[in-house]
């Protein structure tokens, strides 16, 4: 696969990325709160299971895309780009997991959300900038 396929392809996963995380602080978090207490715990469930089998594989493929431009090519963008996303895992896998798996129905809303929303600002910021980083990058090439 030629390199600029690859940053095609790239550009395609950090964008979906992006939007998705955009999507989920600005929709799903916060409309959490508009479910009863007894039904957020059962939706909760449903959403997490659903969402994972969209971003799971969006995250595995990007992540692969980076190592594979990074073997192909050790520059500033190819370095910085596997710096954000080896972040935007482990935000994902030690903050938002945890944070997810201790939700409780008996929480009020506002406290869940509370907690996501403003914790989740960082992988927005992250992924949005990620995406710019490429989208700059694809546009000087």
Known sequence: MESME???????LDFGLMV???IVQLVIYPGLCHYGQ???????????GR???IVGPLMILQLIVAIWQFFLHQGVYEI???LFIVALWLLTFLIFVPLHNAIKPSESCEHIT?????????RTIL??????????VEILD
């Open 6 to 12: 690859l940053q095609t392809i790239r550009l395609l």
């Open 20 to 22: 998705l995380i955009w």
């Open 38 to 48: 007894n039904e957020l715990g059962d939706w909760h469930k449903k959403y997490t």
């Open 51 to 53: 969402i994972g089998v």
């Open 80 to 82: 910085t780009s596997l």
């Open 114 to 122: 509370g907690k996501l929303v403003s914790r989740n600002w960082s």
């Open 127 to 136: 992924w949005s900038a990620l995406f710019l980083l490429t989208l700059l």
